[in-house]
C-alpha cells in the first residue's frame, strides 16, 4: 500500500542538496511542474505519481536567464542608485551640521547685537544722567552760596538795626528805616533739569520682535527603487505642530514659532469627575469646584481627587472664597447668599433678583452681580453700593494689590443690552475706570483674519501682581492683562475654550478648558506691584 502523498508537504530540501529526500540516493534530474520542485525517478512512480514531468536542465535554463537579469538590473540600476543614496545622505550629513551651525552662529551674533545694542543705549542713557546731574549741582551749589550770601547780609542788616534801636540819633535812625525799605532780594530757585524712566511693561513683544522669527519645517518624502522598498519607517507627528502637502507630493510639517520669553511650564492636566464652571484654589494646594447647573460643591486636590462633597438644596450659580476667613461663600437659583461653616452652607442673606456671581472682598464685603446690577453688601446683607451695568455680569474678582474688580459682562439675549462681551474694571467705590475688549498685541495675532474669533471672556482673576487673567472661551487661550488694562501676552492655549480660571496664593493658575479639562500653569509675570495702582 503506498505511502499518504501528503508526505511530501512536510519535507523540505536543503539548498544544493542534489539527492532526493524521499528515495535515499536518488539524483534530482526532473522537475514537477505541478508542485514545482526537483525530483529523482523514483517520485515519478511514488509521491509525484501522475504528476507533469520535465528534465531538470529545461527548467534552470530558463533560471540562468532570470538570474543573469537580475545581476544586470541590480548592478546597473539598484546599486547604482543606492551608491547615489549614500552619497547624497553623505552630503546631507554635512549640510545639516553646516546649516545648525550657520544657524547657531547667527542666532548667538543676533543675541549679542541686541545686548551689545542694549549696553550702549545703557551707556548713551547714563551718560545724559551723570551730565543733568553735573549741571544740576552746578545751579544747586550757586544757588546755596546766593542763600548764604543773603542770609550774611540780611543777619548784617538786623544787627545795625538793632544798634540803631538802642543807641542812634534821629537821622540814624531815619537812614537805617530807608535802607529796610529797599530790601534785600532773595535769590531765585534754579529750575533743575528733570529725568525719568519708565521700565517698559510689554517688553516681552518689543524682544521678539527684535530677536527675530524660529520657524522649523521637516519636508518628508519616501523615496524607493523599483521593486525595492527602502524605507525604514515613519514617526507620527506631534505637539502642534500642522500638517500640509505641499504642490510636489511631500508632507510639510510646520512647527509653531517659538516664544523668547517668558515660558509657561504646565505643571499637571487632569480630567474632572465633574463639570466646573468656577473654581476657587485654597491656601492649602485643594480646590473648590461647582457648575452652574450643579447642586454639589466638591473639594478636590491637585491630581483632581475628590476628598470633599457638600450638598445644596437648590442649583449653584458661582462660588467665592474669602481672603480673609478663607470660608467658601456660595450664591444660588433662589437668591441666596450662604457660608461653607464646619461642612453644611450657612444662609447669610437674600437678594431681590437671581445673583449671577459672588465675589468676597478682603474688606468682608460681598460684591454680587445680577442682571444689569453690581451691588455691594455687608456680610450681613445690609447693601452699601449698587450700580448699574451694561450686561449681565458673569465673573467677578477683587485685584489684592489695588482693591479695584474685574468684571466679565456678557450681552445674553433678553437683557436689552447692546455690545459685545468685555471684562469691565472698577475701583472699589464700583464706579467704572476702563474695559478691555480682546486687543492683542500684534506679534500674537494669527497669520490670516479666519484665526481669530470674537472676544468672548468667560472666566477672570487678578494674580498676586494684580495682573489680569482672562479665560477667552472662542479663542481657545488665557490672556495675561495688566492691572491697567494692557495686553501682556498669552499664557496658554488649548483645543478647548478656556471656561474658568482661578490662581493660589503661589500664583499657580487652574484653567478649565471646556468643561472638565483641568491645566495646572505656572506662568512668569513682568508686572510690578507699584505699576499696578490706578489712581
Request: hydrophobic share 30%.
Amino acid at each position: 500500500m503506498a505511502k499518504p502523498l501528503y508526505k511530501a508537504q512536510i519535507t523540505f530540501r536543503i539548498k544544493d542538496q542534489t539527492t532526493c529526500t524521499h528515495h535515499k540516493g536518488g539524483q534530482l534530474d526532473l522537475y514537477c511542474e505541478e508542485c514545482q520542485v526537483p525530483v529523482c525517478i523514483k517520485c515519478v512512480s511514488t509521491v509525484h505519481k501522475s504528476h507533469l514531468l520535465c528534465d531538470l536542465s529545461k527548467i534552470t535554463h530558463q533560471s540562468k536567464h532570470d538570474i543573469q537579469n537580475f545581476i544586470d538590473k541590480t548592478e546597473k540600476v539598484d546599486l547604482v542608485q543606492i551608491d547615489q543614496f549614500l552619497t547624497s545622505t553623505d552630503k546631507q550629513l554635512k549640510d545639516n551640521t553646516s546649516n545648525f551651525d550657520k544657524l547657531s552662529h547667527q542666532l548667538k551674533t543676533q543675541t549679542n547685537k541686541l545686548k551689545e545694542d542694549l549696553d550702549q543705549l545703557t551707556a548713551q542713557t547714563l551718560s545724559l544722567y551723570q551730565q543733568t546731574e553735573k549741571d544740576n549741582t552746578k545751579l544747586l551749589q550757586t544757588y546755596k552760596q546766593d542763600l548764604e550770601v543773603y542770609d550774611a547780609q540780611l543777619k548784617k542788616q538786623v544787627q545795625e538795626c538793632m544798634i540803631a534801636l538802642q543807641h542812634g540819633s534821629d537821622i540814624q535812625i531815619y537812614d537805617t528805616g530807608c535802607e529796610i525799605q529797599s530790601a534785600l532780594t532773595l535769590p531765585a530757585k534754579p529750575t533743575l533739569c528733570t529725568a525719568s524712566f519708565t521700565p517698559n511693561q510689554n517688553s516681552q513683544v518689543h524682544l521678539e520682535k527684535a530677536f527675530g522669527e524660529v520657524n522649523t519645517s521637516c519636508q518628508c518624502q519616501g523615496q524607493a527603487s523599483p521593486g525595492h522598498d527602502l524605507s525604514v519607517g515613519s514617526s507620527a507627528e506631534q505637539g502642534s505642530s500642522s500638517t500640509q502637502q505641499n504642490s510636489t507630493g511631500r508632507k510639510e510639517v510646520k512647527s509653531p514659532v517659538y516664544r523668547l520669553l517668558p515660558q509657561t511650564k504646565v505643571l499637571g492636566k487632569w480630567t474632572s469627575p465633574c463639570y466646573i464652571t468656577s473654581v476657587c484654589p485654597t491656601i492649602d494646594g485643594q480646590v473648590w469646584i461647582s457648575a452652574c447647573d450643579d447642586i454639589t460643591l466638591n473639594l478636590l486636590d491637585r491630581k483632581g481627587k475628590v476628598i470633599q462633597k457638600i450638598k445644596h438644596n437648590t442649583r449653584i450659580t458661582d462660588i467665592s472664597l474669602s481672603p480673609t476667613t478663607n470660608t467658601l461663600w456660595v450664591c444660588d437659583w433662589k437668591n441666596n447668599i450662604t457660608e461653607l461653616v464646619s461642612g453644611r452652607l450657612v444662609q447669610r442673606f437674600s437678594t431681590r433678583e437671581l445673583p449671577q456671581c459672588i465675589c468676597i472682598t478682603v474688606s468682608d464685603h460681598v460684591i454680587v452681580g445680577m442682571a444689569k446690577h453690581i451691588s455691594k453688601f455687608t456680610i450681613e446683607g445690609t447693601l452699601v453700593l449698587s450700580t448699574l451695568s451694561a450686561g449681565t455680569p458673569l465673573k467677578i474678582s477683587e485685584c489684592p494689590v489695588t482693591h479695584n474688580i474685574a468684571i466679565v459682562v456678557l450681552n445674553k439675549q433678553g437683557d436689552g443690552c447692546e455690545g459685545k462681551p468685555r471684562v469691565v474694571v472698577m475701583n472699589s467705590e464700583i464706579k467704572e475706570l476702563f474695559e478691555y475688549h480682546g486687543e492683542v498685541t500684534e506679534i500674537y495675532q494669527p497669520s490670516s483674519q479666519s484665526g481669530s474669533e470674537p472676544f468672548n471672556p468667560y472666566g477672570v482673576v487678578y494674580d498676586s501682581m494684580g495682573n489680569l487673567v482672562i479665560g477667552d472661551l472662542n479663542n481657545r487661550c488665557v490672556l495675561l492683562i495688566s492691572g491697567r488694562g494692557e495686553f501682556l501676552r498669552i499664557i496658554h492655549t488649548d483645543n478647548n475654550g478656556a471656561r474658568a480660571v482661578g490662581v493660589d496664593k503661589e500664583d499657580v493658575l487652574w484653567a478649565v478648558f471646556w468643561y472638565d479639562r483641568v491645566t495646572l500653569l505656572q506662568y512668569s509675570s513682568t508686572q510690578d506691584k507699584q505699576q499696578c495702582i490706578i489712581s
